[in-house]
Nanobody, 121 residues
Framework: QVQLVESGGGLVQVGGSLRLSCAAV????????MGWYRQGPGEQRELVATLTTYGTTNYADSVKGRFTIARDNAKYTVSLQMTNLEPEDTAVYYCFAQAKTPWNPSLRNYWGQGTQVTVSS
């Protein structure tokens, strides 16, 4: 089983910065893609940023130029540096990983429990 442990959420003022971190723990054979999604109040979960093992990034248009995703493939960790935060960034942020385990050679999606980010004006 794979668990994603998140940290780093909190309350910040408009224009401030926060850094989210996530570590994948458990019996892991490999991780293809890691990243972050978010879900605002009354909204559907949406992609924020993802990063593949090979370094391919994918950012939501709304965060390009403000958020930076980074990953340590050897440690199975991913981080999201968020700058110039806006009230619209307020949401629960979920870590995501697409992984294989010794008992399941197929890629499977895993999710963290979520961490709250609140941007106040």
């Amino acid at each position: 089983q794979v668990q994603l442990v998140e940290s780093g959420g909190g309350l910040v003022q408009v224009g401030g910065s926060l850094r989210l971190s996530c570590a994948a723990v458990g019996s892991i054979s490999s991780i293809e893609e890691m990243g972050w999604y978010r879900q605002g109040p009354g909204e559907q979960r949406e992609l924020v940023a993802t990063l593949t093992t090979y370094g391919t990034t994918n950012y939501a248009d709304s965060v390009k130029g403000r958020f930076t995703i980074a990953r340590d493939n050897a440690k199975y960790t991913v981080s999201l540096q968020m700058t110039n935060l806006e009230p619209e960034d307020t949401a629960v942020y979920y870590c995501f990983a697409q992984a294989k385990t010794p008992w399941n050679p197929s890629l499977r999606n895993y999710w963290g429990q979520g961490t709250q980010v609140t941007v106040s004006s």
